[in-house]
């Protein structure tokens, strides 16, 4: 009997509500606060940055929300997404563990990133906003949002790390085809780019300097223009459930249920997105699901990081958020997995991680190309660098299964395809990649700063 391999929704039974993981947590994420008054923020002053419905969503605690219809109709472009199961990896390993994949990277962007680009767009354009202003790491972010702004008629500015546009020209040329307009970070068009810039000439940027430029320059035009963030929020979190949604009726379809879930690690975002409907099992049904956070070995923060109140930013002008953080003044190393260059995470991760109510691991980089490599041999398709941290993991998992002589079902998000990212590829080819490993007195040393706050 030939295997079923992939497991298809019907669009029919694309899911119609995300799901917010807070009213279930049993303790509630801390608020974010205002950095001068150090009280918590109302929405009204969140809405000075961000479009008010989001602001609703980010301090919602309904466990459901209603999918706008103009959203789903974009979503059917490309969801519901296969869940697949990677038989070919499982037999490399000779595993008894079962490997599930669920495939993020067929959407136009290649990645996980639309799922939340098309709402905030829709939400913007719903409150009649003109323009957007963002930031993106690895390119990912920056050119959903760009796809998504072309549907809602909006202008968008994308403040691109400065190594990342190097490294990675097709993603600018792509977010150029969706028409955004693309600014290396640091830049001299914002005060925090040129403070920057002023400190070190040949700085290379990361994902927290990029933040503070795209606030920098929606504030000034509070009433047209609004900033618009890839990850970390919980609103972000809310709206990347579609994909654990759909996965939970997928596995369904196989007959199976996964007794681990992993998701690579920058923010948050694609891990939430997958790992919190799963979570939801072990609230309501007593389940014992493992939900694993893998980031890499050169930005710890979950890991070795600090659970306290932090910018989300390096300049210190977004709120201050509740999270595990390296300090925002750390600058990650330039490993190839641009979107996992970030010190912070999000609010309800970090509460939910010092619960101890899901696990985290980092992996150096070495060992998820290899994972990457051994993927793209026998799944075929060759993963961003960032996923390559989650199949890392499910590698780790699936040969501790066969070590055991147990077995295992195993969950991983393939939060993006790597087409994108082949320079990384070429550089892990010519020998030229390596691990970062960072001392405890960089990260004590970046935490330090913190405690003036
Ligand atoms: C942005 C990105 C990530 C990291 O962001 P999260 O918010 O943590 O999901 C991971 N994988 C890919 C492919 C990305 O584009």
């Known amino acids: 009997m030939s295997k079923q391999k992939k497991f298809i929704l019907d669009e029919k039974n694309l899911p119609k509500q995300w799901y917010n993981i807070v009213r279930d947590m049993p303790n509630k994420p801390l608020p974010p606060i205002h950095p001068g008054t150090k009280k918590p923020l109302t929405k009204e002053e969140l809405s000075v940055i961000f479009a008010e419905e989001l602001m609703d969503q980010e301090l919602s605690t309904q466990s459901y929300i209603d999918i706008p219809e103009e959203v789903l109709d974009i979503y059917k472009i490309w969801r519901p997404t296969p869940l697949v199961r990677a038989y070919n990896l499982e037999k490399a390993l000779d595993t008894p563990a079962k490997i599930y994949f669920k495939n993020e990277s067929v959407s136009p962007a290649g990645s996980h990133k639309p799922n939340t680009a098309i709402p905030q767009a829709y939400y913007n354009y719903k409150q009649g906003i003109k323009h957007l202003t963002t930031e993106t790491g690895g390119g990912q972010w920056g050119s959903a949002l760009s796809f998504a702004c072309k549907y809602f008629n909006l202008d968008l500015k994308v403040f691109m790390v400065k190594v990342s546009y190097h490294q990675k020209p097709y993603r600018k040329i792509m977010m150029n085809t969706w028409g955004a307009d693309v600014i290396p970070s640091p830049s001299m068009m914002t005060a925090s780019g040129r403070a920057a810039l002023e400190k070190d000439p040949d700085c290379s940027g990361s994902l927290g300097l990029a933040i503070s430029e795209a606030v920098e320059m929606a504030v000034q035009n509070p009433q047209t223009t609004k900033y618009t963030l890839?990850?970390?929020?919980?609103?972000?979190?809310?709206?990347?459930?579609?994909?654990?949604?759909?996965?939970i009726l997928q596995m369904e379809m196989a007959g199976d249920m996964p007794d681990v879930v992993i998701g690579c690690f920058g923010g948050g975002s694609n891990f939430a997105g997958l790992g919190f409907p799963f979570l939801r099992k072990n609230f309501k049904e007593g389940k014992n699901i493992r939900i694993v956070a893998v980031e890499p070995q050169s930005c710890p923060k979950l890991t070795r990081g600090k659970f306290q109140y932090d910018f989300g930013d390096m300049a210190g002008l977004t709120p201050l958020l509740p999270m595990y953080t390296l300090g925002h003044t750390f600058q990650p190393?330039?490993?190839?997995?641009g979107g996992l260059r970030y010190h912070g995470a999000g609010a309800v991760v970090s509460q939910l991680l010092k619960d101890k109510l899901i696990e985290a691991q980092s992996i150096p980089q070495l060992e998820t190309f290899e994972a990457g490599l051994l993927f793209a041999n026998t799944e075929c398709i060759i993963p961003a660098p960032e996923s390559t941290h989650a199949i890392a993991m499910a590698i780790r998992e699936a040969k501790k299964a066969k070590e055991e002589g147990r077995n295992k079902t195993i969950l991983f998000n393939l939060s993006g395809h790597g087409l994108v990212d082949l320079y990384a590829y070429e550089q892990y080819f010519a020998g030229n990649l390596v691990n970062y490993d960072i001392s405890d007195d960089v990260i004590n040393k970046s935490l330090a700063e913190l405690e003036k706050l």
């Open 230 to 247: 890839g990850s970390v929020l919980n609103h972000v979190a809310i709206h990347q459930t579609i994909i654990g949604e759909e996965a």
């Open 333 to 337: 190393s330039d490993i190839h997995a």
